[in-house]
């Protein structure tokens, strides 16, 4: 059974000018040890899918349906109660360490113990203390530091100490969202390695969220493919990069810079995302679509199975599909 | 720029901004408040009679509300609500002069600190944080009683010791605008720093401390009213303020004399209020980050 | 920077106030129009000579600079020169009113502070519903309220509608009380009304702080971090977000002292509290300037000496501070 099974996930956030659908018909699942993908632009949605996971959207934002199955319990209705028991102890999630995603005034260790004591009331104070000095060591942090305040440990160092925090309850699954943008390249490649080793080290089920699809591709066993709020494609990392199908996938592709090619020659993908609030009647990915054909304005590309684990959503690649099956 | 397309802009601009500020219920009520003020100052004092210098028969002394007085009357037999529409005049105009002479000082002060910046700035910001830091009340009774109470001297007293915020917002909206392109050009081709500051960075600057403007003037009219309840006001131009020092001083409050002493000040609360709402209003609508941050 | 650094500058900025607050207190009462001695004196009749003796006795013969130089080495001494009303040292006068206001403006300002925090937390927490409207309302209102005309409406219906509290006074003059009790008893009623007045005057503008404060903790990102934890939202409350909201309140309560000393000048003024407000009052009517000056100094060196603590405190509570 995976431990995390998510189907059919639909989100949307109240405005006052409508509703935007930020996330629609979301599915995958998470295998124990795993490393799952989750790629796409700024705004494509996949922040709202992690924070739907675990149910921290903000005031207008709401789960319109799907289910969200962690271990076998779905999840998705929830009440606050119940999920701040699982909160942590069962599904945690590292934000983005470098702005405030720390309590400036508090000492990184107090916030740590803080999240033990919750979940572990039998713990003394002390054993606590032990059990963050242990996670900083884990996290290659010396366990001195502890009594440190967020603000005199660098980038990199902080993103360490949002990974010790959120192992410090041994969660099942683990979202990291965007958790080494802003991080210069070195300390970003040190980061992912960490968060790799520690996944199989203990197991965890990792969802790592990016926008940096050659990040995504290096750590994760699964990717899926985030374009205006849907699945467009979903494969196993070593397929996807063979064999791209989604033309939105192929344009990240080539925005990864190769070996010795400058960065600056990079062909940013032109146009952007459509309105989230009165998206396109057919393909969401029409307008900015090279291989787009007229038929896509008006009909709504589903994810179907191209092989057995190899998802895509495009009426090109749907229609060829059926040419060979056919 | 020719002035028929300055014009057109203004207009555009004006009614993009009053779409939004129609959205602001306070901001309407606010604006309701200080429109029907502005009117009993205006024409207030041309509708109803006050008997000012004429010495009425003992029986109209300080009687409560009746058909004929609405208000009732004073120690002198005056009408109290005559008295009040009177006393809008000078509260309003107090507050409103007052107002430009302290944004003056601070428009002043906050451009030539953040334009010139090191020494200066350094000098002129020291000046602001002590003012900023000397107990303002007692400045002002000082100054007043030093300088002699008239209604000059309460405008100038107000004005200049309330100037010290707006120049701190000024000059930091200065050190923000001194970095843009057109400023560079201006100085390119010549423009003394007189011109820049005055004709370059002033327009820019005003939108942005325009809500701080009316909620000076909030503070300004607050202001005056106590100064003259302490007694250093004008005794011969009443405003709120003095109304009630008169009604403390003949003892108001032991007679139970409330037609007196309410009006007058539901009166300032009331017009602050006003000042208030419009200003937050406005804040919100030209300063649109404290309109997300709330959601 | 560390801390001591911090100090010591913060130090320096609060002696150079109070040196321009000096010089700036000094000049103010020699540029009043009209010659000093006779405003002080006040009696047309006095003859050239004895104007003369008192002018040498005032040193107001010597040059400027010598006259601040000597006003400079009294102010050392504890001399702020005599009140002309009282005919007694300035300093005296002010510290025998000191207790008086202590009593009036801490009661009044711990209670304002504390439940003001109270509501303002309250009514952030209920933000956007009919609490948050209503309570938001009813903050602006009390802000709007000149705090002498709410305090003259206190005593009128208290005091002389209902008959349950005195006008005023701190005591009733030449009373024998029957025993300690019922000293105390009656002090206390003579305190209600005016800690009363002060407290409400006081409480909507540290609610509005701490409502608007809490507000945008609850939107800093370390706020989800800690709902990520699986913290309930009282703990959220009471380790995050009220403490962080707090921290612009401890500078605010010290910038709002000036406020505090307007309240105070108006509520004692209402209430023939026996403070250093009502002594302004009394000197402003008497036109008692040696006494205004002495006050106004007195004042503005305690708000100085006030901002300098909130100062120490702050950088106590937030370890970024010595960093900036």
Request: glycine share 8%; hydrophobic share 45%; net charge neutral.
């Amino acid at each position: 059974m995976s431990i995390l099974e998510v189907e059919s996930l639909t989100t949307y956030y109240k405005l006052r000018k409508g509703m935007v659908k930020a996330c629609e018909n979301i599915s995958f699942s998470l295998e124990k040890g795993e490393g799952l993908g989750l790629v796409g632009e700024s705004g494509c949605g996949k922040t709202t899918a992690a924070l739907s996971l675990i149910r921290l959207l903000p005031e207008n934002g709401e789960i319109m349906g799907g289910s969200i199955n962690i271990n076998g319990r779905d999840i998705a209705g929830y009440t606050e109660e119940e999920m701040r028991q699982i909160r942590m102890k069962e599904i945690s999630i590292i934000f983005q360490g470098a702005m405030n995603a720390l309590n400036p005034v508090r000492t990184v260790g107090t916030q740590i113990v803080e999240a033990i004591k919750v979940h572990y009331n039998h713990l003394s104070d002390k054993e606590c203390w032990e059990r963050t000095g242990d996670l900083f060591e884990k996290v290659e942090i010396d366990r001195e530091r502890v009594r440190d305040y967020p603000h005199e440990f660098s980038g990199g160092m902080r993103q360490r100490v949002m990974i010790a925090m959120a192992l410090s309850c041994d969660p099942f699954v683990v979202i990291g969202d965007e958790p080494t943008t802003g991080l210069d390249v070195m300390v970003q490649a040190q980061v992912l390695q960490l968060l790799e080793d520690l996944r199989k080290e203990q197991g965890l089920g990792l969802l790592l969220i990016s926008h940096d699809l050659a990040c995504v591709g290096e750590t994760c066993d699964k990717i899926v493919v985030m374009y205006a709020g849907h699945i467009v494609e979903y494969a196993p990392t070593d397929i996807l990069f063979k064999q791209p199908l989604h033309p939105y996938t192929k344009s990240l592709m080539k925005a990864i810079p190769s070996i010795g090619q400058k960065r600056e020659l990079i062909p940013p993908i032109p146009g952007s995302p459509p309105d989230l609030i009165n998206p396109p009647a057919g393909c969401r990915f029409f307008a900015r679509c090279p291989e787009a054909v007229a038929e896509c304005e008006r009909k709504k590309p589903v994810l179907v199975s191209v092989t057995e684990d190899h998802h895509c959503a495009c009426l090109l690649v749907d229609s060829k599909v059926s040419d060979t099956s056919g | 720029m020719s002035d028929n397309r300055t014009v057109l802009l203004i207009k555009k601009k004006f009614s993009s901004f009053w779409k939004t500020f129609r959205q602001n219920k306070t901001g309407l009520i606010g604006l309701g408040i200080l429109v029907l003020f502005a009117l009993m100052a205006i024409i207030g004092p041309y509708l109803i009679s006050y008997n000012a210098a004429s010495v009425e028969e003992i029986s109209t002394i300080l009687n409560p509300p009746d058909s004929e007085h609405w208000l009732g009357t004073d120690d002198l037999g005056k009408d109290v609500l005559a008295g009040l529409v009177r006393g809008s005049r000078i509260s309003l105009l107090v507050g409103i002069t007052s107002t430009i002479i302290s944004m003056l000082i601070g428009a002043v002060i906050g451009i030539s600190s953040g334009y010139y910046g090191g020494t200066i700035d350094a000098i002129l910001m020291r000046l602001t944080d002590v003012f900023l830091v000397i107990p303002w009340l007692p400045l002002m009774l000082v100054l007043t009683a030093i300088l002699g109470a008239n209604l000059l001297n309460v405008i100038l007293v107000i004005g200049i010791t309330s100037w010290a915020s707006t120049a701190r917002i000024i000059r930091s909206q200065t050190l923000s605008i001194k970095e843009r392109p057109f400023i560079e050009r201006a100085r390119a081709i010549g423009s003394s720093n007189f011109h820049i500051m005055f004709s370059h960075i002033l327009p820019n600057v005003f939108p942005l401390i325009f809500a701080n403007t009316i909620l000076v003037t909030a503070i300004a009219i607050l202001s005056e009213t106590t100064l003259s309840f302490l007694g250093m006001g004008d005794p011969t131009r009443v405003s709120w303020g003095m109304m009630l020092h008169f009604a403390f001083e003949a003892g108001a409050t032991i007679i139970g004399a409330w037609w007196w002493i309410i009006p007058p000040g539901l009166a300032v609360v009331s017009v602050v209020l006003g000042f208030t709402f419009v200003g937050n209003a406005l804040d919100e609508v030209l300063n649109p980050r404290l309109r997300r941050r709330e959601r | 920077m560390n801390n001591r650094k911090y100090l010591l500058k913060k130090f320096m900025q609060a002696m150079i106030t109070i040196f321009i607050v000096l010089i700036f207190n000094y000049f103010l009462f020699r540029v009043m129009p009209g010659d000093p001695i006779r405003v002080l004196i006040r009696n047309p009749r006095i003859s050239v000579d004895a104007l003369a003796e008192i002018r040498a006795q005032f040193g107001l013969d010597l040059p400027w600079y010598t006259q601040f130089i000597y006003y400079l080495k009294d102010l050392l001494h504890g001399n702020l020169g005599s009140s002309f009303y009282y005919r007694e040292p300035v300093l005296n006068i002010i510290m025998e009113r000191v207790p008086a206001t202590l009593i009036l403006v801490g009661t009044g300002t711990i209670i304002s502070i504390f439940l003001g925090i109270i509501i303002g937390v309250v009514v952030a927490w209920k933000r956007g519903t009919k609490i948050d409207i209503i309570g938001l309302g009813i903050c602006l209102i009390l802000y709007s309220t000149p705090a002498f005309w709410f305090g003259i409406l206190m005593v009128m219906f208290f005091a002389v509608y209902l008959r349950v509290f005195p006008t005023g006074l701190m005591s009733l003059p030449g009373v024998a009380y029957s025993s300690l009790l019922d000293q105390f008893m009656t002090s206390l009623r003579h305190l209600f009304l005016p800690v009363l007045t002060f407290t409400l005057i006081y409480i909507g503008g540290y609610a509005i702080i701490m409502r608007n404060s809490v507000i945008e903790v609850l939107n800093e990102d370390y706020i989800i971090t800690a709902r990520a934890k699986g913290i309930s939202y009282i703990q959220l409350l009471k380790r995050h977000a009220v403490p962080n909201a707090l921290l612009p309140l401890v500078s605010m309560v010290a910038i709002n002292l000036g406020f505090v000393i307007a309240g105070a000048i108006q509520v004692e003024t209402v209430f023939s509290w026996p403070g250093l407000g009502r002594l302004m009052y009394t000197a402003l009517l008497n036109r008692d300037y040696p006494l205004l000056q002495g006050l106004f100094l007195f004042l503005t060196t305690c708000v100085v000496g006030a901002n300098f603590c909130a100062d120490i405190l702050y950088s106590y509570l937030d370890p970024r501070v010595k960093l900036s």
